[in-house]
């Protein structure tokens, strides 16, 4: 698939009934995703942003399974950036005509449809599904006016499940949910988006203290710190490394002879040889707190950047690449 840049949806919608439709988003702070425009002329009546998440999207017909139970013949379960918007639709405009732009607007950006159903295509209890976990009166906002018409247009549902690429090679997924407006109310959209991305490290640290780090120097040589922390690509130390970096201070102060590597650590991301370089400066700019701002002699510092040479762990997981991006304190 090719890197896309989402467009906005072809102009189409008309004029709202001013009687029916909101007169305004129903949601506060909520705003369409960079990605994907709205359809012209609806109304956010749901939003909703979580930064890292695990989510379950449908990518298959609903119906019972073996036990009896409801379920999707296929799901898609996928973690990232996960960005959900509700809108009202002005009751002239058909689920269908809403569902073609926006199935227009994600092919021509370049995202292949996974899944697509319609009604009876859906299977049994589709509408239900998302009504019940998705847009129902707990997420939508502004009154019974803006969740009736997914109570309402539960049975005339139709979806679309498309993927694509972003010009850093990661993956986004869309699903874009929508119902027919019926018995003179409104139609309703849903758009959920998962944008694969790294979860955030650093929030929980466990932070070695001096005694600590002096064990694990006696018994192995070398003791790994994970109290130290850079912003992405960068090399100066951050303000939240002030605790980590005092108990590395105070082993050297209670031990005059000893003398240490400080080693920086990457995981294997990006280009060996600018991975290197970055983790010869982190270390270097660890090196230069200790002397100037906790006055370690830095004569008794080497500072030395290994970048992926020494994993602690596997980098073909988040999980283990962040175990492996580290400063360890090495014995002389």
């Not at 305004?24 to 930064?51: A, C, I, W």
């Amino acid at each position: 698939m090719r890197a896309y840049r989402l467009l906005p949806l072809l102009l189409c919608a008309g004029l709202a009934q001013a009687q029916k439709m909101p007169a305004q988003d129903t949601v506060k702070n909520g705003k369409d995703h960079p990605l994907l425009s709205r359809f012209e002329g609806s109304k956010m009546v749901g939003y909703g942003l979580k930064e890292f998440d695990e989510v379950m999207l449908p990518a298959g017909k609903r119906g019972e399974n073996k036990g009896g139970q409801m379920a999707f013949d296929s799901t898609l379960l996928l973690e990232g950036k996960y960005t959900r918007m509700a809108y009202n639709f002005p009751p002239e405009r058909s689920a269908l005509e809403v569902m073609r732009n926006y199935q227009a607007a994600l092919e021509k950006a370049g995202l292949k449809t996974v899944f697509a159903c319609a009604k009876e295509t859906c299977g049994k209890g589709f509408g239900e599904f998302f009504l019940d976990k998705r847009v129902g009166d707990h997420f939508i906002q502004g009154g019974e006016a803006s969740w009736e018409p997914f109570n309402y247009g539960r049975n005339d549902e139709r979806y679309l499940l498309a993927k694509g690429t972003r010009p850093d090679g990661s993956l986004v997924h869309v699903g874009v949910y929508s119902v027919a407006p019926v018995q003179d109310k409104l139609g309703g959209v849903y758009v959920e988006i998962v944008e694969a991305k790294a979860m955030e490290g650093g929030k929980v640290s466990v932070n070695l203290n001096a005694a600590d780090m002096a064990k694990g120097i006696a018994a192995d040589g070398k003791v790994a710190v994970y109290g130290v922390f850079f912003d992405t690509d960068k090399t100066d130390v951050k303000p939240e490394s002030k605790a980590a970096l005092a108990e590395m201070a105070k082993l050297l102060q209670q031990d005059g002879k000893l003398k240490l590597y400080v080693v920086g650590h990457t995981d294997n991301q990006g280009a060996l040889a600018h991975n290197l370089e970055l983790s010869q400066k982190r270390a270097e700019s660890v090196v230069k707190v200790l002397a100037t701002d906790y006055k370690v002699d830095a004569k008794r510092l080497s500072a030395k950047g290994v970048a992926s040479y020494a994993p602690a762990a596997s980098n073909d997981a988040e999980a283990g690449r962040e175990k492996n991006r580290r400063v360890e304190l090495v014995k002389q």
